[in-house]
T-cell receptor
């Protein structure tokens, strides 16, 4: 069974810093991996989706990479802002159409 | 325009009752999902429908029954509610199975 882990569980950084969030998964037979952010009391907002054949995706200050063979993905946030404060979740879609979410990283960007 | 909407936003009910949560998407997507987020914020998929057909049915009690009257709607009916059903339930949709998912705002269910 696929297990998706995110480290660290919580992260606090001063505004302007670059940071990296990690996601690891145990079964490399994935179809794609998606990064989301969740604000308190809200639903999830899709940030980036990486297909299994891709190595990275970029959107603005966000860059997500995927190393399927080692079971890792990272989300890089450049020049962090207080508005980036949220919980970040990664989700893996297995080739058997099974979805698994990670445990989440709670990010706080201090002004 | 709201892409994925859910009603109600909050639902408080007593044990043993039957309740429904409605979900609608106006994105023209073929696939819809129901997720449960527990008190520890862990998200787990419950069901997935593609064009009104059930394609994913994770291990959930059969008290939970999804219904898809058309591909824009996926409702969740829960019978004989239990305390452990208290959670936030999210609906989501995607153009195709496996493509980018768009989430609704969630329904916070509290069973007393």
């Amino acid at each position: 069974k696929q297990e998706v882990t995110q480290i660290p569980a919580a992260l606090s950084v001063p505004e302007g810093e670059n940071l990296v969030l990690n996601c690891s998964f145990t079964d490399s037979a994935i179809y794609n991996l998606q990064w989301f952010r969740q604000d308190p009391g809200k639903g999830l907002t899709s940030l980036l989706l990486i297909q299994s054949s891709q190595r990275e995706q970029t959107s603005g200050r966000l860059n997500a990479s995927l190393d399927k063979s080692s079971g890792r993905s990272t989300l890089y946030i450049a020049a962090s802002q207080p508005g980036d404060s949220a919980t970040y979740l990664c989700a893996v879609l297995n080739t058997g159409n099974q979805f698994y979410f990670g445990t989440g990283t709670s990010l706080t960007v201090i002004p | 325009d709201t892409a994925v909407s859910q009603t109600p936003k909050y639902l408080v009910t007593q044990m043993g009752n039957d309740k429904s949560i409605k979900c609608e998407q106006n994105l023209g997507h073929d696939t819809m999902y129901w997720y449960k987020q527990d008190s520890k914020k862990f998200l787990k998929i419950m069901f997935s429908y593609n064009n009104k057909e059930l394609i994913i049915n994770e291990t959930v009690p059969n008290r939970f029954s999804p219904k898809s009257p058309d591909k824009a709607h996926l409702n969740l009916h829960i019978n004989s509610l239990e305390l452990g059903d208290s959670a936030v339930y999210f609906c989501a949709s995607s153009l195709l199975t496996g493509s980018e998912q768009y989430f609704g705002p969630g329904t916070r269910l509290t069973v007393t």
